[in-house]
């Protein structure tokens, strides 16, 4: 991971600002608070140099407010000055706990309206920003990425309205598909994996888990995850297999072909533990589908890690399925919206992702490569040695 210690050996961009949208400012704030302790632990010997100036300050948040009016309809107002600001956007599309009033009735915010509010703050920068990047965990409609029918292209057209707008690098976390960057190749996007803050989530809430092809195995829910699970594999070391979904295409119903089957293509999980590995749960049906189907051939514990929860269908169904012991834990990052009730659940882990989001502000604003952060490689087997899994 980036050392603090390292960051003056690059010159900064220029002064940091962070804008936390509609629902991120609690993450943000902990952001800030990374970066200032990092910052106040630097030698300050530059803190009088206008090439250093506000490195070092009590707060990088911006004040910002998107207010509605009672139609609906919406504005931005950045309330600073954003002249010569290397600004970074934090953007949660699917943060349906901010609602908004619309002719008396309240809503919950879509990500089509949190999309939009995000091009409102684009926008009242009025082109004075040194450079613009926004953090967008979950890429806005990064699963319409490619074009089976006559059909809209959505992610690709955001992304090219967000570099039109002056945005220069885009971040995301674990896209569904990270070809989309292919929409915009000359402009900045960055698709981050969580598996290290993953691995550690793991390696805390899984009591003797043993890492070794013996004892686990990595799982694919689908042929469409396959990438990143054979990077987890590769990196713990371990048997890798894949389920394969056989839909039936002659139909479609909620907008697309209904799965008539899972098939399974691997060694034998009879007696290992199992983790399972995809970007996101949305209604779930698959995943809780995937662990039965592995209890059906004895696995023995069941780990489901992905990035992103979205329980578009509520908790209820895996409440069930944990009473049946057909899963053990299900880890998703706090990158995305998170209820209460979902925090409340035994069968739930939140994987914390506030400290390595401040290393990756820190390093871009100090116009530094982020490519020690990108692969974490030799810190998962520092980490893996350090509880005696390696």
């Keep these: 991971m980036t050392d603090w210690r390292e960051d003056l050996t690059g010159i900064p961009y220029g002064r940091l600002g962070i804008i936390p949208m509609p629902g991120c400012l609690e993450f943000a704030k902990k952001i800030d608070r990374y970066i200032i302790d990092w910052r106040n632990a630097q030698d300050q010997e530059y803190k009088d140099s206008i090439i250093f100036d506000g490195?070092?300050?009590d707060s990088f948040l911006m004040d910002v407010s998107c207010p509605r009016f009672g139609t609906g309809e919406?504005?931005?107002?950045?309330?600073?000055?954003?002249?010569?600001v290397d600004i970074f956007i934090i953007c949660d599309c699917f943060n349906y706990g901010v609602t908004h009033k619309m002719y008396g009735i309240e809503f919950p915010t879509s990500p089509d309206e949190h999309f939009a509010n995000l091009k409102r703050v684009i926008s009242a920068t009025a082109g004075k920003a040194r450079r613009i990047t926004v953090i967008m965990p979950m890429l806005y409609e990064g699963r319409q990425h490619k074009r089976s029918s006559r059909e809209s292209l959505d992610c690709a057209l955001a992304l090219q309205e967000l570099t039109s707008l002056g945005v220069n690098n885009i971040i995301t976390f674990d896209a569904h598909d990270a070809r989309v960057q292919n929409a915009i190749p000359s402009s900045?996007?960055?698709n981050v994996s969580p598996v290290y803050q993953m691995i550690k989530a793991l390696v805390r809430n899984a009591d003797g888990l043993k890492v070794d092809p013996e004892h686990l195995m990595i799982v694919s829910p689908d042929e469409g995850g396959m990438s990143r699970c054979i990077y987890y594999a590769t990196v713990l070391g371990v048997e890798l297999g894949m389920f394969y979904k056989r839909r039936d295409y002659s139909k479609i119903v909620d907008g697309r072909n209904p799965i008539l089957a899972h098939e399974f293509l691997g060694d034998n999980v009879d007696g290992?533990?199992?983790?399972?590995v995809d970007d996101m749960i949305s209604s779930g049906d698959s995943m809780i589908d995937v662990a039965r189907q592995l209890k059906a051939r004895n696995?023995?514990?069941?780990?489901i890690c992905t990035s992103f929860g979205l329980f578009c269908n509520g908790l209820e169904r895996f409440d069930e399925a944990y009473e049946k012991g057909i899963f053990d834990k299900i880890f998703t990052t706090n990158l995305i919206y998170q209820t209460p009730e979902l925090l409340s659940r035994p069968w739930y882990a939140s994987v914390q992702m506030e400290k390595y989001c401040a290393h990756i502000i820190n390093t871009v604003n100090n116009d530094r490569s982020l490519s020690p952060l990108l692969d974490p490689k030799g810190k998962i087997d520092d980490y893996l040695k350090k509880y005696g899994l390696r």
Aim: aromatic share 14%; charged share 35%.
């Design 55 to 57: 490195y070092w300050k």
């Design 74 to 84: 919406g504005k931005a107002t950045i309330c600073e000055s954003v002249r010569g």
């Design 188 to 190: 900045g996007f960055e």
């Design 272 to 276: 290992k533990d199992v983790i399972v």
């Design 299 to 303: 696995a023995k514990r069941i780990f």
